[in-house]
């Protein structure tokens, strides 16, 4: 079912009070609005804000639309009804675009449906329903680097060396302890480590078989790599019977 996109206008006008000049833009990659120069909400950045009306909050399309910002400079004014809102408000509070951080300084991820890639074309995939990303103990290149580990029901299911193994060209096939492609044939080939495991129609038909594609996790800085600091400058603004702004300052 397709989920109504909150209508900006009120907000827009409600910053054009506050001083700002807001501009309508087009294009599938652009936000529908710009506002610039006014008294911003809660007074979280004085750059300009980019407009985003959100649909559905989830850590994929809030990490695109704060990431598209920021690369423009400007900081990021989502617009969403109560529900939408609270989730967003969610994955952006402490600790921002996270599932859990811990004293130490490891970290949750949260899951995007992004494949990934291995470096023999084949795509990892797992049997576990919900699978968790999370750092464990050091494991990279350097001190800093804190292994990458895959869990589900108390087992880990792969360790890498740290998020940078996710980054091209990828990791090894026997990384995981399952791998799929499309082959010539049309059909999904489902391998384990050493043999293949299975044939199938699609990635439908996978599933039903317990095969599932494996999602990548959201690492923060592998998506914010322009102005990250002004990433965190977001604000979310609550459409019900008026408007209610929401930004980190006053969680």
Known sequence: MMLPTPDIDLVLADLAERGYETTRLDGATAPPAVAAGGDPPGAVTD????????????????VAALADAARHERGT???ADPEAAATA??????PFLLADERADGSRTFHSIPDRIHLTDGTLAAVTARDPTWREGAPGGVTDDERALLLEADGETLAALESVEALTCPGPDPEAFPFRYERGEDKRFHVYGRDREVGTFTGVAAMETHGFRPLDMPLVPEHHLRENANLARRWTVAVVDDGIEYVTPSSR
């Open 77 to 79: 004014l989502f617009v």
């Open 47 to 62: 750059r300009p804000l980019s407009v985003e009306p959100l649909t559905a909050a989830t850590p994929l399309s809030l």
């Open 89 to 94: 408000v969610e994955v952006l509070s402490d």
